[in-house]
């Protein structure tokens, strides 16, 4: 992939009405996942860096309050996205209409505490939209939640000339790993865009080292100074103050869990 979605190019114009590139502008920043190993070439070899999209000012993770169930394995892998890309996150919990018992406040709190903007969002109640769009508007924004969750319903509501299938997903939670990926930007308000990527639910980040992750896990990095040694992974290393803040509930045991789980997905991916 030589271009991707949000590049700024200089172009020339043909007159037949087809263009060519000249130059790509350097990308202020962008997300990308490890391509789909090729069929055939069973599971050694490289797999190859594919960017996703660039330039992006703002991830929107959306998730939702229940059906689909909320997923906060799967919003803490979208964070360790945006926070080694550089790109200011924003987390949507969708559906909390279905939610009257608050059960996913705890969540809210959680991520409010370690200092993500956050917003509690009902389609069907009309509820968090306008806060939502303030933060989206005039920026380039990437949105991104597993499939069934409401992306389509929150991006109709706030910019209605776009006009999405609602529920049209032929789902590829699976499929989508392994088939090419498409994003979309689509231009919504005069300085906002919206990126859409079908078919991509679940990611896969690229060339993030054992030893970083913990830097892309934000309220690590105060005890992460005090570990014994400069690079641990805050796993099975002595005198880790990593885990002593676990331990203290200084840090949440979930985000440690979502930690360790990213980290086993690194050390698999290093036996190739
Ligand atoms: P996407 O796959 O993430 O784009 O999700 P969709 O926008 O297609 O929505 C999936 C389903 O959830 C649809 O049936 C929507 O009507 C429904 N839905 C979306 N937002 C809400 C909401 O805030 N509350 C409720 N109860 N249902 C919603
Ligand atoms: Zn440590």
Known sequence: DIVAVGDVV??????????????????????SRKAPRIKGAGTRGERLEQIVASNIDNLV?????????????????LIVAGESSHINLIIVINKIDLDPSHNTRQWSELYTKIGYQLFETSVTER????????????KINLIWGQ????????????????????????????????TTVTSIIKKVDENTFVIDTPGMREIDPY???????????????????SCRFNTCTHYHEP?????????????????????????????????F
Do not use: W
Not at 263 to 270: A, G, Q, R, S
């Open 10 to 31: 200089d172009y020339k114009l043909n007159q037949d009405g087809t263009g060519v590139i000249n130059e790509i502008h350097p990308r202020k920043n962008y997300i």
């Open 207 to 225: 060339g993030i080292r054992k030893e970083d992750l913990g830097h892309y896990f934000k309220e690590f990095l105060p005890f992460a100074d």
């Open 61 to 77: 993770i959306v998730s939702s309050a229940k059906s689909p169930k909320f997923n906060n394995r799967l919003i803490d892998r």
């Open 147 to 178: 499939s069934g969750v409401g992306k389509s319903s929150l991006l109709n509501i706030i910019y209605p000339s776009l006009k999405l299938k609602v529920g049209a997903v032929s789902d590829s939670t699976s499929k989508g790993k392994h």
């Open 239 to 271: 005198e880790c103050a990593v885990v002593t803040a676990v331990q203290n509930e200084l840090i949440h045991h979930e985000r440690y869990q979502s930690y360790l789980n990213i980290l086993e997905t690194i050390e698999d991916d290093m036996n």
């Open 127 to 138: 509820k968090g939209i306008e806060e939502l769009k303030n933060s989206m508007s005039g």
